[in-house]
């Protein structure tokens, strides 16, 4: 049990719930306005593409991050404008984009580098680990919160900004409003449309910071379709998180938890199967109990299955 | 005078809703708009509150000349709206819900302590209680009518507009509002109060001016009138002529013993309604729609179930019957909405013909097309349905002729019992004398109707009996003989059967 | 005369200009990678049907894509969305490959018992979510799309430690391979097609004609149409989506349990999710309004694009995967409802100057 739980563990659920936690955030502020963002997946990849490709021409890590935000964005804004202005279906969208994402992704992959599969550049440098000088000493907490990569910081950060947005400012309240009931909204002057296509494009931001997380926290390489699902898993943490800051970020730790005891477990030769189950299995659970709430309503805006 | 609606007219293609309105109001006034289903009150509120434009017609709000192209004009100008439905943010808190679009605070804080502040200053100035951090989802109807109320009062307004007000209401939160609304009419708001509830007019209502097919009937001060005078204005037509043969009821086919829906929070939406149709004879059911009568036919058709009460129908219990077991048991049903009941717009006029009749015309499963085809053709040729073709989607036929399908359908369904909501809701003149007499024959042929529409002309031309419904009970019984439009329209409007 | 206009030509301009803007972003992309548009198209279409082999591998490779579709259109067609394609062909998939190898008797018995519980277990999974949402209340498509990952991870779980493949030094995680008297024969000597092609098309028309003939057909029809309007007529809702989700699920099983028996005799961990299978069919389903006959020619399309960009990876400098840019803009197009109606909508609003 130790050596299963030992403190690396903690640190890697915490470097391993970023990705998850940033797109569930930037996928919660979709569902708040009552886009159902399918497409978490395929933007979280083309941001990973996009930093390493960043990185690449620029060999500066903040104009990678920043080229990453600005590909990303533009990928956004398509989901924006077919989902609020022609009004298509936001779960076709999504899905379009997804696969839009893993072909254009791979496509240049071979046509900027070059090579299949995967593009590791060894000279590339790739997100820094910050040492931060007081906590790193304090014990157990400083190796758990110490040495990590600034974007794992600037998730949390982010989730308390949001926090702080939805909850304390005029600004977040007539966004929670405009989703809440848009003609009402309307009705009182709130220009429902641009919060939408805001939530849409800070979820681009978030996901672009996500894919750059995967793609240059650990090591520096893009591998085809790298996201492998995260973007998905990160939908079901903003499901189960109810689209609050707070629940996302709750849900994303325990699947970061449970992403890290999985790979534990294989290093111990267990099936990790199971615990890889967990966050689908467990939203399905939640599903039954929280029923009219958030996502559901918005996917049943989508579909008409459930009435 | 503070507002001036003055030979207000709106044209929708070739019908008007509106014809030469004259409208006015003074500063602490309750000035009442009365008129049936369809009368136009809705259509003026509409372009009062810039959410329509008049096509012609000028409007002066203390004396300025006044044009609204959207709901913010004319909150500015100080005109407020509380909506039949109404528009709350369930999960906000009621403080929340009144500030918003004018939040007190900064850049960067929503002060909402300041907010509940100014609520409560609100309500102490106006004499209403509210708790400002209560979430409205949770809060009785009337809490969330408060509130609807204190937001427009917090954006100013000097007029407030109140839509079918006391529909959802119990009967004391009625007590309350109408108290509130003459309260704060002696602080100098003015309201103009749209309603059908001719009791509670005269009660609240300085001024009542009624309206009839979009023009006005008269205006008269409340003291001066009384609710006879008001049902007379409101429905006033000639006398219709009556050619129908006397009717020779036979055994029951329907019976309805104590049938209650439970509405949310305290109003029943049925209430112990207790009815019966016999073979032969068409019973009518007159009222106001909203008062209960959707919620009766859905019940006696299995699409929703009731709470309490039995249903029997041609003598078998089908009171926890599905809505396939009931028709299967007897009963043909013209929905009072053909759009979202009656049709499939996306199909086929021949597919929605089919609707009721596909298991019937099948062999091993499969629909006997012939057999399918010429049905359909059939109630085309009877009714003179204008379509292109069999083919042509259920979308692209006109109101009037999908009805014709409908009724043409349904009439084709040969059961003992049919249910006609509002059959000629949306019918021209010819289609509806051939529906009606379509109706009669299949009563003289035995079959037994239960007819539920708006128009009392309609009611009174087709029934054999008569019940009036009103806030989710019978409220009146009379047979057809001595049936008056007066009496009628009385009833509907919650006054005393005489 | 307009009627006719709206009913013939308009439903086929939309996929048409889809096709076309495809193929204009498809040319862009070649450019980009500084390939010679001609060329690569023509080697696409080599790809994908130059010879009488690639031609084949096209309609095999489409097989499954083909199924999924239909199981996809006709849950669509009943208004239930199912995303759930891709756990319950794993499943499908699974169980075929499970009672290929354990279930004594000969040969075609086996085949057709393994089909059969394919169709069965991906049946089951698909009606287990409609269950959900009939009793529950609980969104049809959220647990579709959570029941992929579980289906796919438990599969993963069986074949990598209880019936994993000891045999041989493979170290993926897969099952034993079938025995050959079990596996659907190919339909030509040497070439990749197999029965299960047969069976695709069976199913496309016995499809159509259960929705153009039958009397639950209509039904389901209906009930996709206006559902009120479907239960006001006495369709019953509950039973009928248990049978449109069984039925959707089922066909994805077979999807699953045909690719076992036809193509790869074995289940192996991750291979027909890595082929996009389920998503590949989802979308034919969408480009072709859910029509039956409409998803298989949409599949057969979506596969050629896939082999075709199979041929242009192996005769150009161009990747492959310009198959799969051609495909998702095509699907964005499709979504973003293009069309004359939604024009004409826009011009009707603004000439009548309300605020409806």
Redesign the interface.
């Known amino acids: 049990m130790e050596q299963l739980l030992d403190l690396a563990f903690f640190s890697s659920a915490i470097r391993v719930l970023t990705p998850i936690l940033l797109a569930a955030l930037g996928g919660a502020l979709c569902a708040r306005v009552g886009l159902f963002n399918v497409g978490l997946e395929g933007m979280m990849l083309v941001g990973a593409f996009g930093a390493v490709v960043g990185n690449h021409f620029f060999a500066n890590l903040t104009l990678a991050i920043l080229f990453a935000i600005v590909c990303v964005t533009l990928f956004s804004l398509i989901f924006g404008y077919l989902s609020i202005h022609l009004q298509a279906n936001v779960i076709v969208v999504g899905i379009a984009l997804n696969f839009l994402a893993l072909g254009l992704t791979t496509f240049f992959l071979r046509t900027i580098f070059d090579v299949k599969g995967a593009y590791y550049d060894s000279t590339m440098v790739g997100l820094p680990k910050w040492d931060i000088p007081f906590i790193r000493d304090i014990p157990i907490l400083g190796d758990i919160v110490s040495g990590h990569s600034p974007l794992v910081y600037l998730a949390f950060l982010l989730a308390g900004c949001i926090w702080y947005y939805f909850y304390r400012t005029i600004s977040g309240f007539r966004f929670l409003s405009a989703g809440e009931n848009p003609l009402a909204a309307s009705s009182l002057g709130i220009r429902v449309r641009r919060y939408q296509y805001g939530a849409v494009l800070a979820c681009g931001v978030l996901c672009a910071l996500a894919g750059a997380q995967l793609s240059l926290g650990q090591v520096t390489m893009f591998t085809e379709g790298m996201t492998a699902g995260r973007g998905f898993i990160a939908l079901v943490a903003t499901m189960l998180g109810q689209s609050g800051p707070l629940g996302v970020t709750a849900a994303s730790l325990l699947f970061g938890l449970m992403d890290a005891l999985s790979i534990r477990l294989q290093g111990l030769a267990l099936p990790t199967h199971f615990t890889d189950m967990v966050p689908y299995v467990v939203t399905i659970l939640a599903m039954f109990f929280f029923k009219n709430k958030g996502f559901q309503q918005d996917a049943q805006k989508q579909s008409s299955s459930s009435r | 005078m503070l507002l001036e609606m003055e030979k207000i007219t709106k044209q929708y293609g070739d019908l008007t809703a509106n014809r030469s309105i004259d409208f006015n109001l003074r500063a602490g006034e309750v000035h009442a708009i009365v008129g049936e289903n369809g009368a136009g009150k809705t259509t003026l509120m509409r372009i009062l509150y810039g959410m329509e434009q008049p096509t012609s017609g000028t409007i002066r709000v203390k004396g300025q000349d006044a044009a609204f192209t959207s709901p913010a004009d004319a909150i500015r100008c100080g005109i407020g709206m509380v909506h039949q439905h109404f528009m709350l943010f369930p999960s906000f808190t009621a403080a929340e819900n009144i500030v918003a679009g004018r939040e007190p605070g900064s850049l960067m804080r929503f002060d909402r302590k300041k907010a509940a502040a100014e609520v409560e200053e609100l309500c102490h100035k106006y004499g209403m209680k509210i708790d400002p951090w209560a979430i409205v989802g949770g809060s009785p109807l009337g809490v969330q009518q408060r509130v609807e109320i204190l937001k427009v009062l917090h954006q100013g307004a000097e007029i407030i507009i109140l839509d079918e007000p006391t529909g959802v209401l119990t009967p004391l939160e009625v007590k309350e509002l109408l108290e509130a609304v003459k309260s704060l009419a002696k602080q100098g708001k003015s309201f103009i109060l749209i309603s059908h509830k001719l009791n509670e007019v005269m009660d609240t209502a300085d001024r009542i001016t009624v309206l009839r097919d979009g023009v006005v009937t008269g205006t008269v001060n409340s003291g001066e009138t009384d609710v006879e005078q008001l049902s007379r204005l409101m429905v006033g037509r000639e006398l219709i002529q009556i050619e129908r043969k006397p009717s020779m009821p036979g055994v029951e086919v329907l019976e309805v013993e104590g049938l209650t829906i439970r509405g949310h929070k305290g109003k029943p939406l049925l209430d112990q309604v207790s009815l019966n149709v016999r073979a032969g004879e068409i019973v009518g059911i007159a009222g106001i729609s909203g008062n209960g009568q959707s919620e009766l036919l859905q019940a006696i058709s299995g699409l929703i179930k009731q709470d309490a009460g039995r249903i029997a129908l041609v003598g078998a219990e089908v009171s926890a019957e599905s809505a396939r077991g009931i028709r299967e048991k007897g009963l043909a049903h013209i929905p009072e909405d053909r759009y979202v009941w009656g049709a499939d717009k996306s199909a086929t006029v021949q597919e929605t013909g089919l609707m009721g009749h596909h298991r019937r015309l099948q062999r091993f499963g499969f629909i006997r097309q012939k057999a399918a085809s010429s049905l359909v053709a059939d109630f085309v040729r009877k009714f003179s349905i204008k379509t292109g073709t069999l083919e042509t989607r259920t979308q692209y036929l006109s109101g009037g002729n999908l009805q014709k399908l409908i009724v043409a359908r349904e009439l084709a369904q040969g059961t003992p019992f049919l249910i006609a909501a509002e059959p000629t809701r949306g019918v021209d003149v010819g289609a509806m004398e051939t529906i009606h007499s379509e109706l009669l024959a299949k009563r003289d042929a035995g079959a037994g109707i239960l007819l539920v529409s708006s128009e009392l002309t309609e009611i009174l031309k087709l029934s054999d009996r008569i019940l009036v419904m009103f806030e989710g009970r019978i409220v009146g019984e009379m047979a057809a003989e001595e049936a008056t439009e007066e009496k009628l329209s009385l009833l509907m409007a919650g006054g005393k059967q005489q | 005369m307009s009627?006719r206009w709206s009913k013939y030509v308009l439903p086929l301009l939309q996929p048409f200009a889809a096709v076309l803007i495809g193929l204009i972003a498809g040319s862009i992309?070649i450019w980009?990678?500084?390939g010679s548009i001609p060329e690569t198209y023509s080697e696409m279409w080599k790809g994908a049907f130059g010879s009488f082999y690639f031609f084949t591998n096209t309609l095999a490779r489409a097989t499954p894509i083909i199924l999924i579709g239909l199981g996809a259109a006709f849950a669509f067609r009943a208004?239930?969305?199912?995303?759930g394609a891709e756990g319950q062909m794993i499943f499908g998939a699974l169980t075929a490959a499970l009672v290929g190898l354990y279930m004594p008797g000969p040969g075609w018995l086996v085949c057709v018992a393994a089909l059969l519980a394919g169709i069965t277990a991906g049946g089951l999974w698909s009606a287990l979510a409609g269950w959900?949402?009939a009793r529950?209340?609980?969104?049809?498509?959220?647990?579709t799309?959570?029941?992929n990952?579980?289906a796919a991870?438990?599969a993963?779980?069986i074949v990598?430690?209880p019936l994993k493949d000891r045999t041989g030094s493979a170290a993926l995680a897969q099952s034993q391979m079938l025995d050959n008297s079990v596996w659907l024969s190919k339909l030509f000597k040497g070439m990749p097609v197999h029965t299960g092609f047969i069976l695709a098309v069976i199913a496309a028309i016995v499809i159509y004609i259960f929705f153009k003939?039958?009397?639950?057909g209509?039904?389901m029809?209906?009930l996709g149409?206006?559902?009120?309007?479907?239960?006001?007529?006495?369709?019953?809702r509950g039973a009928m989506m248990l049978s449109a989700m069984f039925v959707s699920g089922g066909l994805a099983g077979l999807a699953g349990a045909a690719e076992v028996l036809g193509t790869q005799y074995r289940y192996i961990d991750g291979a027909l999710s890595t082929a996009n299978y389920a998503?590949t069919g989802?979308?034919a389903a969408?480009l072709a309004g859910a029509h039956p006959v409409g998803t298989a020619v949409a599949a057969i399309f979506l596969a050629a694009l896939q082999t075709g960009g199979m041929g242009v990876e192996r005769n150009t400098e161009?990747?492959l995967?310009?198959?799969?840019?051609i495909?998702?803009?095509l699907?964005?197009f499709?979504?973003?409802?293009?069309t004359y109606t939604?024009l004409k909508r826009r011009k009707e609003k603004n000439a009548d100057?309300?605020?409806a």
């Open positions: 009627n992309a980009i990678a500084g208004g239930f969305f199912n995303l959900f949402d529950f209340g609980v969104n049809l498509l959220i647990t799309l959570l029941m990952y579980t991870l438990f993963g779980y990598a430690y003939r039958t009397v639950a209509y039904e029809r209906m149409g206006n559902p009120l309007f479907a239960v006001y007529g006495g369709v019953r998503w989802i979308m969408l161009v990747p995967e310009i198959g799969s840019v495909q998702a803009v699907i964005l499709i979504s973003a409802k293009f939604y100057g309300t605020a």
